[in-house]
């Protein structure tokens, strides 16, 4: 009767917090600068709030185009300006892509995301993806994309074929974008992010951090994050993976308290979010992802690998949820 209640009484709260908190950088910045442990405890405090404590999304993504991006990323091993020894490919097979996506199940993914390297999909790249989209929301699978920008009306299209999820990252702060980035604008993300709100389609929007910004830039990214109207429902946090090839191999790595860090200022300026630990957990020993567990992430990319790099087994994910006492949504 008391678990009941509390679920209740969460549920309730949940409903009861509005979207459109002001945050500035500044108060932001403030959030960072708590000490670790109050930090932790007023985001546990938050997450408790909104969601169950102990359980976990999970995603699986699959890259169904790889390589050969018009797009100059700097930490992108896809980008066609990077020699990184990738090789570009074609995109997938239907049938391919609902192999793996029945795969993804049957291991217990609720949610199935799909990753194109497009700078922007022309339409007769997005006629086989919608397919994709309906055959995976057939399975029972959240469906979500990642095909760059979009306009308006292939944002409308993927909604009428079912798409729950738009991928969109805003990656940095607007203060340090231009120093990974020289192919697209800002802007251009803002709006194929306002294309996709207004298509009726959940947002997954995040970031990446660990690229050499300060700390300061990484409130900014969160504050630029928190203050879309309504907030994203779904902000995966990126810690880089560095590749050879690309402009930011040899970045000084990000402090592992900072990354945890960041997920907890997210959730506590995002309350309602799934803040999803993304790239960069193969990185990341068991001790770190738990402490992201505790500063409030509730979601992970579940699988063997994310687009073109590696990702904590399957396996490996279970046992560790079991170790903590954790379970996933399924």
Same mark, same amino acid.
């Given at each position: 009767?008391?678990?009941? +209640?509390? $679920?209740?009484?969460?549920?309730?709260?949940?409903?009861?917090?509005?979207?459109?908190?002001?945050?500035? =950088?500044?108060?932001?910045?403030?959030? $960072?600068?708590?000490?670790?442990?109050?930090? +932790?405890?007023?985001?546990?405090?938050?997450?408790?709030?909104?969601?169950?404590?102990?359980? =976990?999304?999970?995603?699986?993504?699959?890259?169904?185009?790889?390589?050969?991006?018009?797009?100059?990323?700097?930490?992108?091993?896809?980008?066609?300006?990077?020699?990184?020894?990738?090789?570009?490919?074609?995109?997938?097979?239907?049938?391919?892509?609902?192999? *793996?996506?029945?795969?993804?199940?049957?291991?217990?993914?609720?949610?199935?995301?799909?990753?194109?390297?497009?700078?922007?999909?022309?339409?007769?790249?997005?006629?086989?993806?919608?397919?994709?989209?309906?055959?995976?929301?057939?399975?029972?699978?959240?469906?979500?994309?990642?095909?760059?920008? +979009?306009?308006?009306?292939?944002?409308?299209?993927?909604?009428?074929?079912?798409?729950?999820?738009?991928?969109?990252?805003?990656?940095?702060?607007?203060? $340090?974008?231009?120093?990974?980035?020289?192919?697209?604008?800002?802007?251009?993300?803002?709006?194929?992010?306002?294309?996709?709100?207004?298509?009726?389609?959940?947002?997954?929007?995040?970031?990446?951090?660990?690229?050499?910004?300060?700390?300061?830039?990484?409130?900014?990214?969160? *504050?630029?994050?928190?203050?879309?109207?309504?907030?994203?429902?779904? =902000?995966?946090?990126?810690?880089?993976?560095?590749?050879?090839?690309?402009?930011?191999?040899?970045?000084?790595?990000?402090?592992?308290?900072?990354?945890?860090?960041?997920?907890?200022? *997210?959730?506590?300026?995002?309350?309602?979010?799934?803040?999803?630990?993304?790239?960069?957990?193969?990185?990341?020993?068991?001790?770190?992802?738990?402490?992201?567990?505790?500063?409030?992430?509730?979601?992970?990319?579940?699988?063997?690998?994310?687009?073109?790099?590696?990702?904590?087994?399957?396996?490996?994910?279970?046992?560790?949820?079991?170790?903590?006492?954790?379970?996933?949504?399924?």
């Amino acid at each position: 009767m008391e678990q009941t +209640l509390n $679920f209740i009484d969460r549920k309730a709260a949940r409903h009861a917090i509005s979207d459109s908190a002001d945050w500035s =950088v500044a108060a932001v910045a403030a959030l $960072f600068d708590l000490p670790f442990n109050d930090l +932790l405890f007023r985001a546990q405090q938050v997450h408790r709030a909104n969601f169950d404590a102990n359980t =976990v999304q999970l995603s699986t993504l699959l890259s169904i185009k790889t390589g050969g991006c018009e797009e100059d990323c700097g930490y992108c091993p896809q980008s066609a300006h990077h020699d990184t020894g990738l090789q570009a490919s074609k995109l997938m097979a239907l049938d391919e892509v609902l192999a *793996a996506a029945q795969a993804a199940k049957d291991h217990g993914a609720t949610r199935f995301c799909m990753g194109a390297a497009w700078r922007s999909p022309k339409d007769r790249h997005l006629e086989p993806v919608i397919e994709m989209v309906r055959g995976v929301k057939a399975m029972g699978l959240e469906t979500c994309v990642t095909l760059g920008m +979009l306009e308006a009306e292939q944002a409308l299209q993927l909604k009428d074929a079912g798409l729950d999820y738009y991928n969109h990252n805003l990656d940095s702060a607007p203060e $340090f974008y231009d120093k990974i980035i020289t192919t697209r604008s800002y802007q251009d993300r803002l709006d194929t992010l306002g294309h996709v709100r207004e298509a009726g389609i959940h947002v997954c929007c995040g970031g990446i951090v660990g690229m050499g910004e300060s700390r300061l830039e990484r409130a900014g990214l969160i *504050a630029q994050l928190a203050n879309l109207d309504p907030y994203p429902e779904s =902000v995966p946090i990126n810690n880089l993976v560095q590749v050879e090839g690309t402009p930011l191999a040899g970045t000084e790595p990000l402090d592992p308290f900072e990354f945890v860090r960041t997920i907890a200022v *997210a959730r506590i300026t995002m309350p309602r979010t799934m803040v999803r630990l993304s790239a960069g957990r193969e990185q990341m020993d068991e001790a770190l992802q738990s402490l992201c567990f505790l500063a409030g992430a509730n979601s992970i990319f579940y699988g063997d690998r994310l687009l073109t790099t590696a990702n904590p087994q399957a396996a490996k994910d279970r046992a560790l949820l079991a170790r903590l006492g954790m379970r996933s949504d399924a």
